[in-house]
């Protein structure tokens, strides 16, 4: 197949969250299975041009929007592919006007005004730029409200209906947090060249606004989310943000795949972080891990003490008001547990964990901000990671932790639902116990989840060491992932 994959942002271009790893991992695994496979993003002024290594390849792409004409310029790239495995192109669509700015999508905590318009064209000049390349996918694969014009534009612009090659072409729309819609007042519509009568409850139109992610729900051939246990959750009031009704009359359609790792980077045996390495036959210096996130952070370099750990934006979508409620508890418990943060977010957070840092100095240790060879080395030293959060589409930590030999603690959420099986004796034998799993999003759920793993750490060493295996041994690699991708986009070219 010829795959094209339309994204915002990408890995190691430009990125501000989850989707810019699965952009730069997603095509390189397919690319693996024998694919022809492209990628397209906006040509931001924060990518470094020279380790870009690109070149113009059409000095002039025409994106026609009723607020004017803009002539946009494509570069192209290219990333390494997997070993044996044709490299992936990266198309870079550039306008200074439009991407030249400091951020991707907003300054100082505020969104850029014209954004709609500056993806209006993006999507428009990915189309465009296909017909200049004389390169026809058989797949566009759209993700988020920033590329989701790319099935409405298909599906509605009378110039691309008319095309026979725009025409042929099967678009599958990923949707990674449903939280994210591309909401703006319905005047934009006009701005963007979209019909008028798209302006209603079953096109684009949503209490009064403009919904961008509602046009690429409605208007793609086939759907995906981040996991399993997401695609249905966003079919319920408490996780569709709205979009609940127009995601179940769209079940049919919608798949979720789980996001997967790149098992190169994430790797204790071989990652560059780390000053000791350790694999799941030889998980000895794990221990020493765990000794240097201690003197790291400043606290008592016991060995036999639980250590615990986040990393994550300091907001209460990931349960942060959870551990607000139960950390002092914890570390006042007979367990001696301790507990280190790396991360950033409300100020109001932040300023509880730097008073609790104060107050359990051996306890407790925080980094705001973030740094990512200190993620990999927490990761390696952790006993426990913790992720208690409200929603989750899909978490990559967690499956981060499973491959380090930390304990995953979660709600049962969205991905997290779908990579951990809760640790019982019996599960663990088994070879299905991977972390410890808990309900109801409160408090004390997430203590005695918590203190369920502690009293195994401390009591029963042989079944931990087990756990401890069982996590180690999954699979989430991206090659995994793509398998699933494959055979839903060969079903839809196959027109099934």
């Not at 190691?12 to 730069?24: H, I, R």
Request: charged letters at 20%.
């Amino acid at each position: 197949m010829k795959i094209l994959l339309a994204a915002s942002e990408m890995t190691p271009f430009a990125k501000t969250g989850g989707l810019a790893d699965v952009a730069g991992a997603l095509p390189k695994a397919l690319a693996a299975l024998g694919h022809e496979v492209a990628v397209v993003l906006p040509f931001y002024g924060t990518i470094d041009r020279r380790a870009a290594a690109a070149e113009i390849v059409l000095p002039e792409v025409i994106a026609d929007l009723p607020i004017g004409k803009r002539a946009l310029t494509v570069w192209r790239a290219s990333l390494a592919g997997p070993a044996g495995a044709a490299p992936v192109t990266v198309y870079l669509i550039e306008d200074r006007g439009l991407f030249n700015r400091p951020q991707l999508y907003a300054l100082g905590g505020r969104e850029y005004p014209d954004n709609p318009l500056r993806f209006a064209y993006f999507c428009q000049a990915a189309i465009w730029m296909l017909k200049g390349l004389g390169w026809t996918p058989d797949i566009i694969h759209a993700n988020d409200w920033q590329t989701a014009l790319i099935p409405t534009y298909l599906a509605h612009l009378p110039a691309m209906q008319a095309d026979p090659d725009l025409r042929r072409i099967r678009v599958l729309f990923s949707i990674h947090n449903m939280s994210y819609q591309g909401l703006y007042p319905g005047y934009v519509m006009r701005q963007i060249g979209l019909p008028a009568t798209l302006f209603a409850m079953h096109g684009l139109e949503y209490r009064g606004y403009l919904n961008l992610l509602k046009g690429g729900i409605l208007y793609s051939h086939e759907l995906t989310t981040v996991s399993p246990q997401y695609a249905k959750e966003i079919q319920t009031r408490a996780y569709g943000c709205g979009l609940e009704g127009i995601l179940r009359l769209r079940a049919a359609h919608l798949t979720g795949i789980m996001n997967g790792i790149d098992t190169r980077e994430w790797d204790p045996a071989t990652d560059p972080a780390l000053s000791a390495h350790y694999s799941r036959a030889d998980k000895s210096n794990k221990a020493l891990c765990k000794r240097q996130v201690q003197q790291r952070f400043g606290l008592a370099t016991d060995p036999g003490r639980p250590l615990l750990a986040m990393i994550g934006r300091l907001i209460q979508q990931k349960g942060v008001d959870l551990l607000v409620e139960i950390l002092p508890t914890l570390l006042e418990g007979a367990e001696r547990a301790q507990f280190v943060l790396l991360g950033t977010g409300q100020p109001e957070f932040e300023a509880f964990f730097a008073k609790l840092a104060r107050r359990y100095p051996e306890q407790v240790g925080l980094e705001l901000g973030f740094d990512d060879a200190l993620a990999h080395q927490i990761e390696a030293g952790a006993d426990l990671f913790l992720m208690p959060s409200q929603f989750e589409p899909c978490g990559l930590n967690q499956l981060y932790s499973l491959r380090y030999g930390a304990v995953p603690v979660v709600r049962r959420t969205g991905g997290l639902a779908d990579s951990i099986t809760d640790a019982t004796p019996s599960t663990i034998v088994w070879g299905k116990g991977t972390g410890f799993v808990f309900g109801p999003f409160d408090g004390a759920a997430l203590l005695g989840a918590i203190r369920r793993a502690l009293a195994m750490y401390l009591n029963d060493k042989e079944l931990w060491q087990k756990l401890i295996d069982n996590g180690m041994a999954q699979d989430f690699s991206w090659a995994r992932s793509a398998k699933e991708y494959e055979k839903l986009m060969l079903r839809m070219v196959a027109g099934v």
